[in-house]
């Protein structure tokens, strides 16, 4: 690679946590020429973050340390530059866009006080009328609907693409010459991604900018970068052009990660499929394990003094579904198409508004708490943030032990320990993490803890909630795997929510299409994938970024 806008030359990033030294970075060296994209990827705790904060100078004084190395930006050491020089790159000449647009920005004041400020500090001479009308024209430029009415609203009232386009309009505000994003996709829909991502390659063409780009998704490197490199451990074990390292990985580490990729992983062969007797003899058995019928759950909008009703919104509306047993089956679409909200619904952790849910026959809207208890047995939830839904103050042999306690299951407590010893086998963990907490854990093995949490009644049913969306890519195939394999162990049926079109195609049966609260498509999942046929699954699957060199 020829010398460029930004060289990292033997960069060392040492951090002080609890007494101890950690190689966060170790021994790195890249370059980015002008107006070309450098992609950085690799699983999380490898360094990809901290290398781009080392480089904006944004690591806690004290906690970071660089015992060698250059970051040479334009010619000049930024290492060696002291605050005031490092403040005047820092968001003129060198801008960054965070993972969490709703964490960056401030909840208490508007997207265009945010901007203008920027702008102010940089450059003193800036009026606030003439601040206002560059904001406003930083909006348009990254395609805000409505900018000039924007300007004044705060955060909280935007939606999860629009922060992350303000957060891309306080970046370019200044015109850097260097825009470092880290992971600005991740948490967005497969179509705003894919909004986002042709809005920063537009820029980049027309502002001439280059781009250090931090991602976990190869799909998106595909798209944006000219080159890659690697990172595990605080190394930087493979770098070269994008083409090359994608379609000829030299690293047995890069190859991993490229051969966890759902679309090449190798899907194990099922069983035999569940039995009934017919008058032809034995066919394969398609009874529904769940019916639903013209399901609404709508929530009330109220306004006025005394709280009247206006409006509701159709979060479930008029829905009708049939879940086979022992299938997997996919929920798809936008964030706000009702997903979660439908998957709450059927385990009747949100009431509905009206319709029908029956499990095996036995119908389950109408029923109180002390009917539904029995009922919980069959049906289970995988949340997507173990972390969250890990009570922290619990060892997980409580977690595990005390809903068996709940629903009757072991004759005593040590039958029960021998129990949740089993589950944490199932899920491929170990006997002893019964005795630890959840913050000693990876998030994969939270994953895998919150999996057996939803096995211990030994459910028919469960819902996965975007178990995998917060995944590495090699993390991500283990738990996929695990699923398939504990599916053909219980022939358990699953409602797999998420909006990777990748794991759809790898892990499930049949697919269903959410849009605005209905669903317009639905079918088997090579069916879909292949052929689909509502506009709004064509927009969706065209949307997703592929890794085609």
């Known amino acids: 690679m020829n010398p460029g806008l930004l060289e990292v030359r033997n960069l060392r990033t040492y951090l002080q946590s609890g007494g101890r030294e950690v190689r966060a970075v170790d021994d790195v060296s890249f370059s980015i020429p002008k107006g070309e994209t450098f992609c950085l990827v690799g699983e999380s705790g490898s360094g990809k973050s901290v290398s781009a904060l080392s480089v904006i100078c944004l690591l806690p004084q004290g906690v970071a340390s660089h015992p060698s190395g250059e970051i040479l930006f334009n010619g000049r050491d930024l290492l060696r530059l002291d605050d005031p020089g490092i403040r005047a790159v820092r968001g003129s000449q060198i801008a960054m866009i965070f993972q969490e647009p709703m964490t960056s920005l401030n909840p208490v004041l508007t997207i265009g006080e945010q901007i203008t400020e920027a702008l102010q500090l940089h450059y003193p001479e800036m009026n606030d009328a003439e601040a206002e009308q560059r904001t406003i024209m930083a909006l348009e430029q990254v395609q805000m609907p409505h900018a000039s009415g924007r300007f004044r609203d705060y955060p909280h009232q935007l939606s999860g693409g629009q ?133 609404k759950v709508w929530f009330p909008i109220k306004k006025g003094l005394l709280r009247h009703i206006v409006d509701y919104v159709r979060a479930v509306d008029e829905v009708s579904l049939d879940i086979p047993q022992g299938q997997i089956v996919a929920l798809v679409g936008e964030s706000g198409c009702g997903k979660t909200t439908l998957g709450r619904a059927i385990l009747q952790l949100e009431k509905p508004t009206s319709g029908s849910i029956q499990i095996q026959g036995q119908e ?103 178990i995998t969306s917060a995944l590495d890519v090699s993390v991500q195939a283990e738990i996929l795997q695990l699923l398939l394999s504990i599916r053909q162990q219980r022939n358990l049926t699953l409602l797999f929510i998420t909006h990777n079109i990748g794991v759809v195609e790898y892990l499930s049966d049949q697919t269903v299409v959410m849009y605005k609260g209905r669903i317009v498509e639905q079918g088997k999942t090579a069916q879909i994938c292949s052929h689909p046929q509502n506009p709004y699954t064509k927009k969706l699957l065209a949307a997703v970024p592929r890794l085609l060199i």
């Open 163 to 295: 922060r992350q386009r303000v957060m891309i309009a306080m970046a370019l505000a200044c015109e850097p010459q260097l825009l470092i994003a880290d992971e600005p996709t991740t948490a967005l829909d497969v179509t705003v991604q894919a909004e986002i991502l042709r809005l920063m390659r537009k820029l980049q063409d027309d502002t001439g900018m280059s781009m250090l780009f931090i991602t976990h998704d190869f799909g998106v490197v595909a798209q944006m970068a000219q080159w890659v490199g690697v990172m595990k451990q605080g190394k930087l074990v493979e770098v070269g052009p994008c083409a090359e390292v994608l379609r000829k990985p030299h690293h047995s580490y890069t190859r991993q990660l490229l051969a966890s990729l759902p679309e090449n992983l190798a899907k194990p062969p099922l069983g035999q499929p569940p039995f009934k007797n017919s008058t032809d003899g034995l066919v394969a058995d398609q009874t529904p394990l769940l019916k639903i019928r013209d399901l």
């Open 364 to 466: 389950l809207t109408g029923l109180s708490a002390r009917e539904l208890r029995p009922l919980r047995r069959k049906m289970q939830i995988a949340f997507q943030d173990p972390q969250s839904s890990l009570n922290p103050r619990l060892l997980i042999e409580t977690t595990l032990t005390e809903p068996m306690k709940v629903h009757g299951i072991g004759a005593n407590h040590e039958e029960r320990i021998e129990l949740a010893s089993r589950l944490l086998e199932s899920v491929q963990l170990k006997r002893d993490f019964l005795w630890r907490y959840p913050h000693e854990f990876s998030g994969g093995q939270r994953q895998r803890i919150g999996l057996a949490r939803a096995l211990t009644l030994n459910p028919e049913f469960i819902v996965c909630d975007e």
